[in-house]
């Protein structure tokens, strides 16, 4: 069932290109979704199995940006070495950070994650010699894949799609695996849980570690899309919006999280009509569906259309 | 073959339509600005004056006989936005120019798409590596914050000050003056003897300007702008801080001196010709151009800032261009925006050239004082 | 030196009641709901801007302060009638989340009404600076210091001194239970929302002939408050008075001896180092374990 899912997911991503290889909503506003749904499927590990709130991280989606764009221009080192170590660092950081922060609970812990995105936003602003500071690092060589070199919007879009498609398939696998299942307990009731020979601290690193490992990759593919990185893409704001994603979308549930970046990300590029009215409209709309749809997004669509089948689908002939 | 007139008149209406639509199709320019967010209130200005001058320039009768259409985004002052906006105005609007990106950080962010769609790009941000080195297609009109730097030593020199203490926000504005502060100083024999920052939402500096106070620095530059340049003011009067400060051209105007009452008197900084348009003489080419700018802006949307003036320099550049180049074809457009010579703007006099896509120079700028509540020029 | 040091702690503590100020609204919220408001910024904000606002169309200053108060309360209540309370029986990350597009909602309203631009407040009694010892203060800081203490301490005696505040502490300790001693749970939390938006605008009017206001100033001032709410233990007045100060002093010290581009930085991770020891703030309950 939630292959099928997948597998027809995959087809449509597939098959948008092909139909519109040239349409900016495809190629751009797609590559910038898939980006979204990276990051959303991986915080939706940590908030929705795991239940531990983040408001930091857009820190490791932008450790993984800087390690790409420094290693890259500043070293020379070829992008996806660069894009490795990023992934190591960012790894090796969050796992270290992982045992004492996740001792902490509810809002406790989202002061600390919001503590850590704020220090790691503040080195990339006055590390000038290294970030290039608050207006950014620029020149960014395209990423070069075992000799092909990815440019243009329509090759990003694959790329990034493809590796969307990956973690996708990996948290979908993960979510089913003894991994998944230990952490929907530990969700449930850490007490139980650990009663019942769960090793719950080591369940909430790994998954802690895998969800920044998640958002650094997409901050490598990021560094390399954009040719440029800047400390805004990855401040206080963007992580709230993260999360605002997963919720939006509908927390545990890999396909929520997805759903739940695809709206954002076209609820951002369509309120551009509205100009001055933009926030109040986005205020407005997001109040809105948590209220009428406190479920997310996809359990509401998903509900909706189930409700449909009923009322008009075949079962009504019979 | 009863049938072939009208077939055939229809077929010639037809393509006359197309015709004459195609004529008549408008020229598209695109624009990505910074209406929300930390610099708004700088993009707000650009917006209103962009909208003003198009609907201006179409009321009589368009460039070439084909009206303007201006198309534009709110990047929010983040650079991933500015990316993916500028996208859509090149791939979706198909727009044939670009004026816009208030903040340098925009404008860094979209130069290698602009370049490599081959666009002609005007920004209206200050940062210098914009146009430093010179890239093909990118253009600047605002001064540059080196020039702010240069102008404010200046006048220290003029008055006999050497030692400077800096102090300077986090944004990319403030970052990049501050930087020029520093490459410069010895250039102009500064010695810095203190270098302090602040967070641009802070709401207090008295920290940093106690440490500032315990130095022999004989003045203060303090670049960055919206309110923190105002605290910053205003805790130097309550420090009772006797130095001379020196503010940047992120804060003129009359908003800062609202913003920081009394302890705004003596503030320097340098500054477009358009704060002190009446005061200047009646012989400087620059006045008409000054006043009519501002006359037509307060009259529909309240004071003026020289961040309005920097789109007005970049729109009236473009439009000059398209003009000479007989339509938007865009690399005639470029070829036409580098040859701008003797274009009388907001922020000055502009001689563009292949290897100067600015065309300012330093008389551009003029260090002004507040007196009595007012920007007043120093001779 | 020590002069120097001495102006370090006054500015501290002076920006540290401003973070206070704003803090204390978010503990009574929390009180009474467990719920984080995102927009006790934006009600701070909406105080500040509705005070000036009233100020320009000729209203005398503390007649202004009293409607722009008033208006704030209104405000609260609405968003808790309209926005709060259709979702009820929502978790606690989903009515977040609201607060989040109700903070979006007020800011935009704020844009469309007052602009851009950043706007003052003349200060209540003058710009002289006062001298304590080597160091200065603004007669204006004096205000938010003292009605900082007031507040708190008007706050403190609800909740331990009235019934109502009691009952309001109550519906989050147990939301059932207080239904079935006869609490009116609904009104309850109006009320807090009320009672945290006045809280948040009182705050703004003081805050803003220091720091002035804009559309977005309450994202800043919200922010801070959050974490002196969260650092001091959620849901403890005191402890957010305690918070704001200690944040205050952080930031004060560092940019004064260490360093002060990294101000921020060195003052949030002695936050996190304060969090690893203490998990639930300096002055928070130590909550059972939900088994």
Same mark, same amino acid.
């Given at each position: 069932m939630r292959l099928a899912g997948f597998y027809a997911f995959a087809a449509i991503v597939v098959l948008l290109p092909t139909l519109f290889p040239t349409n900016y909503f495809v190629t751009v506003v797609g590559a910038s979704a898939g980006l979204h749904i990276i990051l959303a499927v991986g915080l939706n590990l940590l908030m929705g199995y795991a239940g531990q709130i983040s408001l930091g991280h857009a820190a490791f989606f932008g450790m993984g940006a800087y390690a790409s764009a420094i290693l890259t221009?500043?070293?020379?080192?070829?992008?996806?070495?660069?894009?490795?170590? $990023?992934?190591?660092?960012?790894? %090796?950081?969050?796992?270290?950070?992982?045992?004492?922060?996740?001792?902490?609970?509810?809002?406790?812990?989202?002061?600390?994650?919001?503590?850590?995105?704020?220090?790691?936003?503040?080195?990339?602003?006055?590390?000038?010699q290294w970030t290039g500071g608050p207006d950014g690092l620029a020149g960014i060589p395209p990423l070069n894949l075992l000799g092909w070199s990815v440019d243009g919007d329509l090759h990003w879009y694959g790329v990034i799609m493809a590796a969307m498609l990956l973690i996708v398939w990996l948290s979908l696998n993960l979510v089913d695996s003894q991994v998944g299942r230990a952490l929907r307990a530990v969700h449930g009731s850490e007490f139980a849980a650990q009663m019942m020979g769960i090793d719950i601290g080591r369940a909430k690193t790994r998954v802690f570690a895998i969800s920044a490992l998640f958002a650094a990759f997409a901050g490598s593919l990021f560094a390399h899309q954009q040719a440029f990185v800047s400390p805004d893409s990855f401040n206080l704001t963007v992580s709230v919006e993260l999360v605002?994603?997963?919720? &939006?979308?509908?927390?545990?549930?890999?396909?929520?999280?997805?759903?739940? =970046?695809?709206?954002?990300?076209?609820?951002?590029?369509?309120?551009?009509? /509205?100009?001055?009215?933009?926030?109040?409209?986005?205020?407005?709309?997001?109040?809105?569906?948590?209220? /009428? #749809?406190?479920?997310?997004? !996809?359990?509401?669509?998903?509900?909706?259309?189930?409700?449909?089948?009923?009322?008009?689908?075949?079962?009504?002939?019979? | 073959m009863k049938n072939l007139w009208p077939t055939t008149l229809l077929a010639t209406l037809l393509l006359a339509s197309v015709h004459l639509a195609s004529a008549a199709e408008p020229i598209k320019i695109g624009s990505f600005l910074t209406i929300t967010g930390p610099a708004s209130f700088l993009g707000d200005h650009e917006l209103k004056t962009l909208q003003m001058y198009v609907e201006d320039i179409n009321a009589k009768g368009g460039v070439k006989g084909r009206k303007i259409e201006l198309i534009h985004y709110d990047t929010g002052g983040n650079a991933k936005d500015a990316v993916s906006f500028v996208k859509r105005l090149i791939k979706n609007d198909k727009v044939d120019l670009i004026v816009g990106g208030t903040t340098t950080g925009d404008s860094m962010a979209v130069i290698p798409d602009v370049e490599k769609e081959s666009i002609p790009f005007i920004s209206l941000a200050g940062g210098v590596e914009?146009?430093?080195?010179?890239?093909?297609?990118? *253009?600047?009109?605002?001064?540059?914050?080196?020039?702010?730097?240069?102008?404010?030593?200046?006048?220290?020199?003029?008055?006999?000050? %050497?030692?400077?203490?800096?102090?300077? $926000?986090?944004?990319?504005?403030?970052?990049?003056?501050?930087?020029?502060?520093?490459?410069?100083?010895?250039?102009?024999?500064?010695?810095?003897?203190?270098?302090?920052?602040?967070?641009?939402?802070?709401?207090?500096?008295? =920290?940093?300007?106690?440490?500032?106070?315990?130095?022999?620095?004989?003045?203060?530059?303090? *670049?960055?702008?919206?309110?923190?340049?105002?605290?910053?003011?205003?805790?130097?009067?309550?420090?009772?801080?006797?130095?001379?400060?020196?503010q940047s051209h992120g804060v003129a105007s009359k908003n800062f001196i609202e913003l920081a009452g009394d302890a705004a008197e003596g503030v320097r900084l340098p500054a477009a010709a358009l704060v002190i348009a009446e005061q200047l003489p009646n012989t400087d080419p620059q006045k008409p151009v000054l006043l009519a700018y501002k006359g037509k802006y307060e009259a529909k949307y309240g004071p003026v800032s020289t961040f309005g003036g920097h789109a007005y320099d970049g729109l009236m550049i473009a439009v000059a261009a398209i003009q000479? =180049?007989?339509?938007?074809?865009?690399?005639?457009?470029?070829?036409?925006?580098?040859?701008?010579?003797? !274009?009388?703007?907001?922020?000055?006099?502009?001689?563009?050239?292949?290897?100067?896509?600015?065309?300012?120079? &330093?008389?551009?700028?003029?260090?002004?004082?507040?007196?009595?509540?007012?920007?007043?020029?120093?001779? | 030196m020590l002069e120097q040091l001495f102006q370090f702690l006054v500015t501290g503590i002076t920006v540290g009641s401003l973070y206070a100020l704003v803090g204390l609204g978010f503990a009574l919220i929390y009180n009474a709901s467990d719920v984080v408001n995102f927009a006790q910024g934006e009600f701070v904000m909406l105080g500040a801007m509705t005070a000036i606002a009233l100020l320009g169309m000729g209203l005398p200053l503390p007649l202004a302060a009293i409607v722009a108060t008033l208006v704030a309360i209104l405000v609260g209540l609405l968003l808790e009638r309209f926005a709060i309370e259709p979702a009820r029986g929502a978790s606690?990350?989903?009515?977040?989340?609201?607060?989040?597009?109700?903070?979006?909602?007020?800011?935009?309203?704020?844009?469309?009404?007052?602009?851009?631009? *950043?706007?003052? @407040?003349?200060? /209540?009694?003058?710009?002289?600076?006062?001298?304590?010892?080597?160091? %200065?203060?603004?007669?204006?800081?004096?205000?938010? #210091?003292?009605?900082?203490?007031?507040?708190? $301490?008007?706050?403190?005696?609800?909740?331990?001194?009235? @019934?109502?505040?009691?009952? @309001?502490?109550?519906?989050?300790?147990?939301?059932?239970?207080a239904q079935l001693v006869g609490i009116n749970v609904r009104v309850m939390l109006r009320l807090a929302y009320g009672l945290s938006a006045g809280l948040g605008?009182?705050?703004?009017?003081?805050?803003?002939?220091?720091?002035?206001?804009?559309?977005?100033?309450?994202?800043? &001032?919200?922010?801070?408050? *959050?974490?002196?709410?969260?650092?001091?233990?959620?849901?403890?007045?005191?402890?957010?008075?305690?918070?704001?100060? @200690?944040?205050?002093?952080l930031e004060a010290l560092s940019a004064g001896l260490i360093s002060s581009g990294y101000k921020d930085a060195i003052a949030f991770l002695f936050v996190l180092t304060v969090l690893f020891f203490e998990p639930t703030g300096l002055f928070g309950h130590k909550a059972a374990e939900r088994v």
């Open positions: 221009t500043r070293f020379g080192w070829p992008s996806l070495l660069a894009l490795a170590a $990023g992934l190591l660092i960012t790894g %090796t950081i969050a796992w270290l950070l992982a045992r004492p922060i996740l001792r902490l609970r509810g809002h406790y812990l989202a002061m600390a994650t919001l503590g850590f995105g704020i220090i790691v936003h503040v080195m990339m602003v006055q590390a000038t605002t994603m997963v919720v &939006l979308g509908g927390m545990a549930s890999t396909f929520g999280a997805a759903c739940g =970046a695809i709206a954002l990300t076209l609820l951002h590029q369509g309120l551009v009509v /509205f100009e001055d009215y933009e926030m109040l409209v986005h205020g407005i709309l997001l109040m809105a569906v948590m209220i /009428f #749809l406190p479920q997310g997004l !996809f359990v509401g669509l998903d509900q909706g259309t189930r409700r449909l089948w009923a009322a008009f689908g075949p079962t009504r002939l019979r | 914009i146009v430093e080195p010179v890239k093909k297609w990118v *253009f600047k009109t605002p001064h540059t914050d080196r020039m702010a730097a240069a102008k404010i030593y200046e006048d220290l020199r003029k008055r006999g000050l %050497t030692k400077v203490a800096l102090i300077s $926000g986090d944004g990319g504005f403030d970052k990049s003056g501050h930087e020029q502060l520093l490459k410069l100083a010895p250039q102009y024999g500064m010695t810095i003897v203190a270098d302090e920052f602040y967070g641009n939402k802070d709401s207090d500096m008295t =920290a940093q300007l106690t440490k500032i106070r315990a130095t022999d620095a004989q003045a203060i530059i303090n *670049f960055g702008f919206g309110q923190a340049p105002a605290i910053v003011t205003k805790n130097i009067k309550q420090l009772g801080i006797a130095l001379p400060l020196y000479r =180049a007989g339509g938007p074809d865009k690399e005639k457009v470029r070829g036409e925006i580098e040859k701008t010579k003797g !274009f009388i703007g907001t922020a000055g006099v502009f001689n563009m050239s292949p290897q100067d896509h600015m065309g300012l120079n &330093l008389d551009a700028f003029k260090i002004v004082e507040v007196r009595n509540g007012a920007w007043k020029i120093v001779e | 606690v990350v989903t009515t977040i989340i609201i607060t989040i597009g109700a903070a979006i909602f007020l800011r935009g309203v704020a844009l469309l009404l007052w602009g851009k631009g *950043f706007h003052t @407040l003349p200060p /209540f009694s003058g710009d002289a600076p006062i001298h304590l010892g080597g160091a %200065t203060v603004l007669p204006q800081s004096l205000w938010v #210091l003292g009605v900082t203490v007031l507040l708190v $301490g008007l706050v403190h005696a609800f909740f331990n001194r009235t @019934l109502l505040g009691k009952a @309001l502490l109550a519906c989050s300790f147990n939301r059932v239970a605008a009182i705050a703004g009017i003081l805050i803003a002939p220091i720091t002035f206001s804009s559309y977005e100033a309450g994202v800043m &001032l919200g922010l801070k408050g *959050f974490s002196a709410a969260i650092v001091g233990g959620i849901g403890n007045p005191m402890g957010a008075v305690a918070g704001g100060v @200690l944040l205050g002093l």
